[in-house]
């Protein structure tokens, strides 16, 4: 008879999660998601595009080049 209570217990705990909605405030959430947009504009450069050149992409050009010489 214990077992059953116990069921109905985490049944009831399980029931009032799965519909509980807590107050949200949207006016927090809103100055958190904007913080991140004042940022500088450049901050989806790539930064080390300058520093290291396109080996890789020259190489494989190269490559093409030679294959269809070839």
Request: proline share 1%.
């Amino acid at each position: 008879m214990g077992r059953g209570r116990q069921k109905a217990k985490h049944t009831k705990v399980a029931r009032e999660l799965k519909y509980f909605s807590p107050e949200t405030n949207y006016g927090a959430l809103e100055r958190e998601l904007s913080a991140g947009q004042h940022s500088d504009e450049n901050s989806y450069v790539d930064r080390w595009a300058d520093q290291y050149g396109d080996e890789e992409d020259d190489d494989l050009e190269t490559q093409q080049d030679q294959n269809k010489s070839a």
